[in-house]
């Protein structure tokens, strides 16, 4: 996201992220605090009861069925990065 940023020579931004972009935007404000000039997370994910894989697994799955079917593979790039 740093990268993206720089390459549209953005210095500094308001970050507005959804469920996993919400880790990626906190990952850059952690990172950069002074690039990020708001930060607002919808529903991040990822809580520390959810991390291992089979827990991880299972809400996706339960999730799976409310999301558009052209994003899943998409989603499914995301959670193996």
């Given at each position: 996201l740093l990268r993206w940023m720089d390459d549209r020579g953005l210095a500094r931004a308001a970050l507005v992220a959804n469920s996993l972009?919400?880790?990626v935007a906190a990952e850059a404000a952690a990172r950069?605090?002074?690039?990020?000039?708001?930060?607002?997370?919808?529903?991040p994910t990822l809580d520390p009861r959810a991390r291992?894989?089979?827990?991880?697994?299972?809400?996706l799955l339960r999730s799976a069925p409310f999301e558009r079917p052209a994003?899943?593979?998409?989603?499914?790039g995301d959670y193996l990065r």
């Amino acid at each position: 996201l740093l990268r993206w940023m720089d390459d549209r020579g953005l210095a500094r931004a308001a970050l507005v992220a959804n469920s996993l972009g919400a880790q990626v935007a906190a990952e850059a404000a952690a990172r950069a605090p002074e690039r990020v000039a708001r930060l607002a997370l919808l529903g991040p994910t990822l809580d520390p009861r959810a991390r291992p894989l089979l827990v991880s697994l299972g809400r996706l799955l339960r999730s799976a069925p409310f999301e558009r079917p052209a994003l899943y593979p998409v989603l499914a790039g995301d959670y193996l990065r």
